[in-house]
């Protein structure tokens, strides 16, 4: 993301290891490098902050993991509800915001993170009051609204299915301290069940993981909740023999995130009995399970949302691409358990989720390394 910024002259500097100042005040849309753009599912934010403040953008669909059918739909529906002009012109979207707008009222065909967030930036320099009905309110976008707040922008309604939006006409610089990743931190909870491990998870989101660490607890899951400071908590995974997933679906915010059902679908393959797996949004979200089945796990595939592990299976060592930044991870944690020795290729796409992963696994007694193809 930084790079397409910077393609477009903002101003990017690395104040420290992670630690940015960004500034756009010479920013020119016209120069976006679209090769990343296709690249990169994020760059999709893009349509909303460019309008709002240039009241037109052109950009490719963006590219992304590949997770099945991954439309902007949703994204173009809540536009076009607001009056905004949509085109298509050789591959691209030519987006023009109106004068007045046409309603102020937006409701969403489904509760999508990023169609939220979308709206939201867009909104951000409006005067009019904007209702947003059928919004997300996952940790991306609770985030979202407090930086927007800090740069003057009221809304009321956040973490909600209904968002009041009031923007403003110029906006104010903001510092802000990025929350700890839920899903990161989810992912090393799940992956120290599979693999049987005792391992301190750090610095968790915990109101963002609480429907999570209930159902593993339903399930059978061991762990020691510690509380830090306001909604921070270290989650210790403790030994858990008996675990039992019946059947496990994702649902949007408080719901179980879809982020997390693959590395579940590892760990049911250590579990005993039936587990059925059901995303029922990513048509392509079960696609490393091929990758699993390469490695002697147990699934029969109801439909393309829908999966029967049977367990307990023993894994064996394979080699293998990675689809998805969660797949890949996934595969990761059902590589730590195979006899042998598993190879995955495509890292590129766990690096955009999981900083430094494999050496953080090296810390805990993971025989993993990063090679060169």
Not at 93 to 108: E, G, H, R, S, Y
Not at 122 to 149: P, R
Not at 275 to 288: A, F, Q, S
Request: glycine share 8%; proline share 3%.
């Amino acid at each position: 993301m930084l790079e397409i910024f910077e393609s477009m002259k903002v101003k990017v500097e690395w104040l420290g290891e992670r630690k940015i100042r960004i500034n756009a005040k010479n920013m020119d849309p016209s120069k976006i490098n679209s090769d990343l753009v296709l690249k990169f599912r994020g760059s999709v934010l893009l349509f909303g902050a460019i309008l709002s403040r240039f009241g037109k953008v052109i950009l490719p669909q963006p590219g992304g993991c590949v997770i099945g059918v991954r439309p902007i739909d949703t994204h173009l529906d809540a536009f076009s509800q607001m009056g905004i002009d949509i085109k298509e012109n050789r591959g691209k979207f030519v987006m023009t915001a109106p004068q007045k707008l046409k309603d102020n009222m937006v409701i969403m065909d489904e509760l999508s993170v990023t169609a939220t967030a979308n709206v939201l930036l867009f909104s951000s320099l409006l005067t009019e009051e904007i209702i947003l009905k059928v919004a997300d309110g996952d940790y991306q976008n609770q985030e979202l609204c407090k930086i927007l707040k800090k740069m003057g922008v009221k809304i009321s309604g956040v973490g909600q299915h209904t968002l009041i939006i009031n923007g403003q006409k110029k906006l104010k610089g903001f510092k802000h301290f990025l929350m700890f990743d839920p899903i990161e931190a989810g992912t090393f909870i799940i992956m120290a069940l599979a693999v049987k491990g005792n391992i301190l998870v750090k610095n968790v989101e915990y109101p963002f993981l609480e429907f999570v660490l209930k159902k593993l607890e339903d399930c059978g899951a061991n762990f020691e909740i510690i509380k830090r400071k306001k909604d921070l908590v270290d989650v210790q995974v403790l030994s858990s023999k008996n675990i039992k997933i019946r059947k496990m679906q994702s649902l949007p915010f408080p719901g179980f995130p879809s982020d997390l059902l693959s590395v579940l679908g590892v760990l049911a393959t250590q579990t005993r009995g039936v587990t059925l797996i059901h995303d029922p949004l990513y048509e392509g979200r079960l696609k490393y399970m091929e990758g699993l089945t390469k490695m002697g796990a147990d699934i029969f595939f109801s439909d393309p949302h829908r999966a029967v592990i049977n367990g307990i299976t023993k894994l064996y060592g394979a080699d293998m691409g990675s689809f998805d930044l969660r797949g890949g991870a996934s595969l990761i944690t059902a590589g730590l358990i195979a006899e042998g020795k598993t190879t995955i290729r495509n890292i590129y796409q766990v690096d955009r989720g999981y900083e430094k992963i494999e050496e953080r696994l090296q810390k805990l007694g993971a025989d993993i390394k990063r090679i060169k193809d």
